[in-house]
């Protein structure tokens, strides 16, 4: 079992920079791929970056350049810099962790999201 508490979310100026936070606990965290999603009203949820165990690093094309994923594997925790920022980037953001066992067994699990608000 894992458990996600995000934190760092607020209102920001357009052009102004967010730092997320996700810290996990209560299992292996550095086995996990670590996400950063984000809904906003109306939308479905996408993803915003990704970084797995190895701390390979992915980015979902609309924030390719501005933010910044990362973890550290002693503090248990995720990070999603944000720079940059758009009103277009107004969401609930939300972090996940995820791991796949050898025997394929999957396991899932979901923070509970920090709101990010950016004005024109």
């Known amino acids: 079992q894992v458990q996600l508490v995000e934190s760092g979310g607020g209102l920001v100026q357009a052009g102004g920079s967010l730092r997320l936070s996700c810290a996990a606990s209560g299992s292996i965290f550095s086995i996990y791929t670590m996400s950063w999603y984000r809904q906003a009203p109306g939308k479905k949820r996408e993803l915003v970056a990704t970084?797995?165990?190895?701390?390979?690093?992915n980015y979902a094309d609309y924030v390719k350049g501005r933010f910044n994923i990362s973890r550290d594997h002693a503090k248990n925790t995720v990070y999603l810099q944000m720079n940059s920022l758009k009103p277009e980037d107004t969401a609930l953001y939300y972090c996940?962790?995820?791991?796949?066992?050898?025997?394929?067994?999957?396991?899932?699990?979901w923070g509970q999201g920090t709101q990010v608000t950016v004005s024109s």
């Open positions: 996940n962790a995820h791991h796949i066992t050898s025997s394929a067994y999957e396991y899932d699990y």
């Open positions: 970084i797995t165990s190895g701390d390979n690093q």
